[in-house]
């Protein structure tokens, strides 16, 4: 018998042996989760593909130093039919509240060490609600529940933060979100503290361009700040195009994208790569009248690292962010489920307008490179928004500028000099400016106006179920819901299509 090849994958920052699995990389949230725990409590997760019956299994097990008396785990999860808890040790189920809504968890029973084990049922395709995986003969995707600890000590300290570990005792890899166990390669890259990983599973037709999705996270981090604080890199789980059957074809959990082939070529200005990966380093941010802002903001700072890319030339970016296509659209009317495409476009035309105003008022101080990373700002509102907005530019006088082009189917022009869309350092030396023949001749191709985006930039249009806020361990949902909400909320469109 050959023994279980015993595979782990590290996910953050710190390697430390724990004992019981063998050998073995922490995994950590965030630097300063394992600073904050008692003696450090450990989260070990234990992941198993169950081919025969396509079910993902994972176990959760916490070792407790003796400091700690009380430790209760509450997920979502649990509470979705396609969950089943097979196996608790040590841990009493309860409901407890999780952001405001009553979920099932488990409560130690203070005696020995806690584990619980659930099972996740998946079919070929992806599924359309908060699971989001799929299995096949051979290989699982699927997400990873992330539960929420609670813990409290003798001395009356209490916290959330634990140490986490994976354990895959076949061959797989774990982003922040998802995992993918089976047949696979990986293509890394080293950045600072961070390790950028694509996973391309064995039974993909083709090839990847591995080294361009990697050049794509690399540059994101060397030109843009996050608003999320994360010391995890990237990690994109690749899939063949038919198992997202209608679903999107490219996806963002926290810091983890999936995309299906045909989505992860980078090629041009409107790509999806880069779309997805604003998304990893912003978050999830505006509700109702402000929804347009998140897409918009993924939208003209994916053709911006683009252009630094040199993916496109100047003027075949300032072609695709100018757009009167959809001129009659009211931005702040648009939402998840109506005029999409124009939140998009219109979006990112009024962000570059809206860029160079505050870098034009600021007197180059500032862009809106000040304001969207910037986590103080609220932008889940149109008031915080605004305020961002006049603060970066020093101008009040910006609100009636912003109420124009947002709240009416006013369309602002757009500046054509290439320094006003340097990403930080960058110089407008680092662009091509010259449109290229072959350029030329497929955006005559693309349009009679030579001023929409391309077709395929319709793949660009994804789904975003959730954001890990891994600095506040908050987790944020579409529409500023928690991730719990959107997994009832999917899980509700689910069961009623
Ligand atoms: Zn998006």
Redo the contacts with the bound molecule.
Sequence with gaps: MVSRRTVLRSLGVSTVGVQGFGEFSVATASARSVAASPDSIREHRHFRFDAERSRLLQRYEYRLPDSVSALIVRSGWFDLDEVTVIETDEFVEDSFELYSTEVTGYRWTQDGTPSFELSMDYGEELLPNGLGGYSSETSVFGSQINPYPYWVTEDGADGSDVERSVLFEQDGYAGTDWLFIGPHQIAQRDVGKMTHTVVVPDDIEGTIDTESLLDVFEAGGRYLEPRLTTNNGVTAFIMNNWRTGSDSSAQVVGRDIRFTKSATSVDGISNVPT??YI?TIYGIFGTEEMFWLR?AA?EYYGYLLALHLNHGTFDRFVETVRTDRYRDIVLAETGPDNNRASTYYKGAHVLAALDGQIRARSSGENSLDDVIPTAEYDLSTYDGFVNAVTEAAGDESLSDWIDRYTQTTALPTIPVEPEQYTLGTASPDTFVVARSDSETRSQGQSTAQGESPPADSQD?L?E?TGGVDAESGVLLGSAGMSLLAVIAKLYEDHRSS
């Design positions: 779309h997805e998304h897409e993924a660009a994804d975003i």
